[in-house]
């Protein structure tokens, strides 16, 4: 269970509870803390503001005190939780709020400083802290357009603004709390989505990877111990020939040199099967796209191929590479037709001379409106809606293969492009079979076509 849970902290796009070091807090805050000393003495000195200077420096002496607790009392790389974070920006909030109460309130400029902390939480902290964050900043900024200690100059000249510019302050700090909220955190949101996408396609690619070395590895296993297994035999055999006085003594060598036949069979076998060959880097068309839909060609919707040339393409099917991140995203974009359709999906080929495109078509609902315009980013979902339940019960997704299917075949040098097969808010009675998702694949044909010298190459002469 632990596992699970921190795989959904990873894909789901809430902040992990350790991403704030504590020190580049101490740091903000340290700046936080000269800024406001600085403050305090030009306007004292230089503009001539009666302020209550021991009240003032009292309040920055707390902050001060918090960051030397902090220094002393924690670790300097230190990784804060969800709620030492919190609590970090809510005394920020609250020592700002009450700097702001002793020097004017609302009518002190510095007042717009009361963003910063907001706008750090919905940077890095989960949506919840955030909106909590806002409501106390946004509570104790109308609490300071009413009770403040004035600002008075030493002459005793009250300094004031009119009352609607006033409330204009107020009005456009509150609304900057609520919008760079916002905005912060959703362009934080995004780009840990996108970050989390990258590193699930990474994964994709590296499992890929370890299986093509593994064959290797089985290839060069069954080479070498080719040799020892050939000794054994060998051996086996002339220890036979002596032992034939000896029945059991001889029983035993047979078995051992049928022993050895039998490991020599199992590791030909299994060097056939992981040897880099011309049979396993590439493929006709119709079998590619019959073994990247192999996995759905059993959960009872019907699969329809279709392979034909384009126009200007000969009539003989192109030999394809059977790349991994091909027959990934091929597969992806298959499951969801198969999860979507109604009845049956269509997986077609076409060649020309130039480019070849495979589609992937279904006769389901098509693209919701108001997705289809961001096909290709990765939508990161916490939870499925029920309507996502009953027509996928076996998938619980991340909601991020369709980013993980383009991103894969963009890598392999593909354009893609997405649409319906009719307008979704069309009438029903008349609707074409392919009336859902179409997904639309194209290469240049020297990208993954392996034409070359026939379908499988120049023969090779095997000896041994």
């Known amino acids: 269970m632990p596992a699970r849970h921190h795989r959904r902290d990873i894909f789901t796009g809430d902040a992990p509870s350790n991403w704030v070091r504590l020190r580049t807090l101490i740091l903000l805050r340290w700046l936080a803390l000269a800024g406001q000393a600085l403050a305090i003495f030009a306007a004292?000195?230089?503009?001539?503001?009666?302020?209550?200077?021991?009240?003032?420096?009292?309040?920055?002496?707390?902050?001060?005190?918090?960051?030397?607790?902090?220094?002393?009392?924690?670790?300097?790389?230190?990784?804060?939780?969800?709620?030492?974070?919190?609590a970090m920006l809510l005394f920020d909030i609250c020592q700002l709020a009450l700097l702001l109460f002793l020097t004017g309130g609302m009518?002190?400029?510095?007042?717009?400083?009361?963003?910063?902390?907001?706008?750090?939480?919905?940077?890095?902290?989960q949506l919840r802290t955030t909106v909590f964050l806002g409501a106390v900043a946004i509570t104790l900024v109308s609490a300071l357009a009413v009770f403040h200690v004035p600002l008075v100059l030493q002459g005793g000249l009250e300094l004031d603004v009119p009352p609607v510019f006033a409330f204009g302050f107020w009005l456009a700090t509150v609304i900057g709390i609520v919008f760079l909220g916002l905005y912060s955190w959703r362009v934080a949101t995004e780009m840990r989505s996108m970050s989390d996408a990258l590193l699930a396609t990474q994964m994709a690619l590296s499992r890929?990877?370890?299986?093509?070395?593994?064959?290797?590895?089985?290839?060069?296993?069954?080479?070498?111990?080719?040799?020892?297994?050939?000794?054994?035999?060998?051996?086996?055999?002339?220890?036979?020939?002596?032992?034939?006085?000896?029945?059991?003594?001889?029983?035993?060598?047979?078995?051992?040199?049928?022993?050895?036949?039998?490991?020599?069979?199992?590791?030909?076998?299994?060097?056939?099967?992981?040897?880099?060959?011309?049979?396993?880097?590439?493929?006709?068309?119709?079998?590619?796209?019959?073994?990247?839909?192999?996995?759905?060609?059993?959960?009872?919707?019907?699969?329809?191929?279709?392979?034909?040339?384009?126009?200007?393409?000969?009539?003989?099917?192109?030999?394809?590479?059977?790349?991994?991140?091909?027959?990934?995203?091929?597969?992806?974009?298959?499951?969801?037709?198969?999860?979507?359709?109604?009845?049956?999906?269509?997986?077609?080929?076409?060649?020309?001379?130039?480019?070849?495109?495979?589609?992937?078509?279904?006769?389901?609902?098509?693209?919701?409106?108001?997705?289809?315009?961001?096909?290709?980013?990765?939508?990161?979902?916490?939870?499925?809606?029920?309507?996502?339940?009953?027509?996928?019960?076996?998938?619980e997704g991340m909601g991020l293969g369709l980013f993980i299917a383009k991103t894969l075949l963009e890598r392999s040098g593909?354009?893609?492009?997405?649409?319906?097969g009719t307008d979704p808010f069309a009438p029903k009675s008349g609707i074409p079979a392919r009336s859902g998702a179409i997904v639309s694949v194209t290469w240049p044909r020297g990208r993954i076509a392996a034409d070359g010298d026939g379908p499988l190459g120049e023969n090779v002469l095997i000896t041994g």
């Open 107 to 125: 009518n002190n400029p510095f007042a717009i400083l009361i963003l910063a902390p907001v706008t750090i939480s919905a940077s890095t902290l």
């Open 44 to 86: 004292h000195q230089f503009y001539g503001l009666d302020l209550d200077l021991g009240l003032c420096l009292l309040a920055v002496l707390a902050g001060v005190l918090v960051n030397l607790g902090a220094i002393f009392l924690f670790p300097g790389k230190l990784r804060l939780t969800e709620v030492q974070t919190m």
């Open 208 to 395: 890929a990877q370890k299986l093509t070395d593994l064959g290797g590895v089985v290839a060069a296993a069954a080479h070498e111990l080719g040799t020892p297994l050939a000794t054994i035999k060998l051996v086996s055999s002339e220890l036979m020939d002596e032992l034939e006085g000896s029945p059991t003594l001889a029983e035993d060598v047979a078995l051992i040199r049928d022993q050895a036949d039998r490991c020599r069979d199992i590791l030909r076998s299994m060097g056939q099967a992981g040897k880099d060959d011309l049979h396993m880097r590439r493929a006709p068309m119709a079998a590619l796209l019959r073994e990247a839909a192999e996995p759905h060609m059993g959960r009872g919707k019907e699969i329809v191929f279709n392979v034909h040339p384009g126009s200007g393409g000969d009539e003989r099917q192109p030999t394809l590479l059977r790349q991994p991140e091909i027959i990934h995203g091929l597969r992806n974009f298959i499951q969801n037709a198969v999860d979507f359709a109604r009845s049956t999906v269509w997986v077609e080929g076409e060649w020309t001379a130039r480019a070849i495109t495979i589609r992937v078509s279904d006769d389901g609902a098509g693209y919701p409106p108001q997705v289809i315009t961001r096909i290709g980013d990765p939508f990161v979902r916490s939870r499925q809606s029920d309507e996502d339940r009953h027509q996928r019960p076996e998938y």
């Open 414 to 420: 593909a354009e893609l492009s997405f649409a319906n």
